[in-house]
């Protein structure tokens, strides 16, 4: 089987959800926007799929995938990942993250196999925290400690067992003291049992981040997420070395699993991070393969389904999948209509189960693309 | 699908090959042996095969693995690993990675692809060295300088680009000066292009190994392997801080993966090593991942289809394959004759081509098996 080419198909949809100045994003009035997906072609006629990817990608993946076998996975990985260096905007991490799924993808497709199946199953479902979007100013949203603990307790109700904040962020904050009262009135009203963590302002001095986490200790939070610079690791390890709660990450650092092997070796966090959006299914194996060998947990970042067939095939904790982002104003599960179904169905225990279909697991609405697709 | 039961088959055949007081291999009289396949059935009539494994692995692995989906290799790897804890007799890390490479094998014979391409393909062939067997004192064997410089010149001229010499050990040895002499006269015979290496005597004190790094490092080996006993992993960060040469290890260390990434962080070699005895293909691709992820090269240890099967899907250096153990008095394509045809078929440029069949490529001589099978 070869390739025989990778194509981009783009299509528009209504979104309810925008971006701030620093790119997170928050409920927004109905706007349109355009949503890609990758498909690599093979001259079998065998297809595979990833949402995401650009064309100046696809241009690029033509030139030097066409006529390679799909299941040379690893070879087609090493070499866009030596292509990076020269390439980094078409072939970002996020980018070759979408062609390596795509490619697991296909390689489910042909043989009828969930992608955490062909890699060696070892869960069927994983415990999901709740993930909120970041702090706001809409009345009633996630603007104020009272309107996270209202939410929280909503999720509770759902079924979820865990529960992240989003602390807020410019041009909403930062304040330190502000995430932490969130953080009490979140503790205050979902009692004792369920899980809490915090993902907060990723620019906070050593001090900010001290003064934070000791206050998360308090409050018997399980994990403190990027409050400083990722770049400054030497200020992970000292934070680290102070605190008793998790340090997670690094999350967004660049460098793959390169980097996570460094975060471990300097004891820059407790728990190291990563997600199919820094290189695919096959960095993030790498980077979990890493960590087994150090005893150290990964808890991936992000949801969606690549990450969701990782956690299918991971031998070590991370325990939780991250199920977001959420936002009272907002249907979760509204937010994919090209999907038929929702890719991480939550279960009234607080369980998302790995879909059993092939690959990914996605049932594509091809109805909702082709009456939306736009061309080039 | 269901696992419904783990048997092992048991045969006979005439052997060539006996082994000393230390349990390495050498040429002996025909005499009669018993080899072992390990067969993993399922409720829908696919099967996964690997030769080795023994009654009481099977005994166990009935208890732990019956009913257990075949897919979830992640998962049965790590019960297994824990249950070694107290059974590490019949869940040696052989014998798991005999039921890993079973459960691969099925894997690949349920969806018509070779276990590389499952993993994701890298390479489809690699150069392979000559690995002679230990020194030792029969005539025109492997008993003087002289004796390897032949054998080593008959391997090149049969396409071989890399040799690899065992020393002498006990009872034949050891002494490093007659190891430096074999290895002088070795490199003397064949010029200076082909890569030569050296898996010396075990158990050298510090000062001897020393000694041959540097006749080593003169000679322009490309390794240095096991020179002392790998329980001293300061011996190892001390003799590798001295060297040029590349120090080669851990290969005989317990502690799977886990003890690779110790050797990594405290620089206790410059190549790591691993192989499929020492608990699977699983646990070898986790070994590779780790060694990615440190910039590590991982020379993979032993022959085999298994091992062949991870260097497909390796996408770092190791550059070898370790076609043996060869000696001038054997040969090597006759050692196997459970099998239709050799695994591991070298061709004029020194390369081994790994099997495009499923699974793990072996094409099982069912007939002499049937011929020569014995009972409980």
Known sequence: MKISGIEIIAFRYTSRVGRDAEGHAHPSEPHD????????????????????????????????????????????WQRLRQYQRLA?????????????MALWDLAGRVTGLPVYK?????RDKVLAYASTMCGDDLPGGLDTPEAYADFAEMCQKQGYKAFKLHGWMPPYGPDPKRDVAACRAVRERVGPDMALMLDCYHDYSREEALYLGRELEKLNFTWFEEPMNEHSVSSYVWLTQQLDIAVVGPETAEGKMYTRAEWI????????????????????????????????????????????????????????YERGLLHPFLDYEEQTPWLKEVIDPLDSEGYVHIS????????IDWDFIAANRIGE
Chains 1, 2 share one sequence.
């Open 33 to 76: 926007a355009v949503q890609t997906l990758t498909r690599i072609a093979t001259d079998e006629g065998a297809d595979g799929y990833c949402f995401g990817g650009s064309r100046e990608m696809a241009r690029l993946a033509n030139e030097i995938l066409v006529g390679e076998d799909p299941w040379n996975r690893e070879r087609i």
């Open 88 to 100: 980094k905007t078409a072939l970002s991490d996020h980018n070759i993250g979408v062609l390596d």
């Open 118 to 122: 062909l890699l060696g199953g070892y």
């Open 265 to 320: 070796v300097r004891g820059a966090s407790d728990i190291s991070r990563y997600d199919v959006a820094h290189g695919g299914i096959t960095a993030t194996m790498k980077a979990a393969h890493l960590c087994e060998a150090f005893g150290v947990r990964l808890e991936v970042h992000g949801g969606g389904p690549g990450n969701l067939q990782v956690l299918g095939a991971m031998g070590i904790p991370g325990g939780y």
């Open 356 to 363: 059993p279909k092939p690959g990914l697991g996605m049932e």
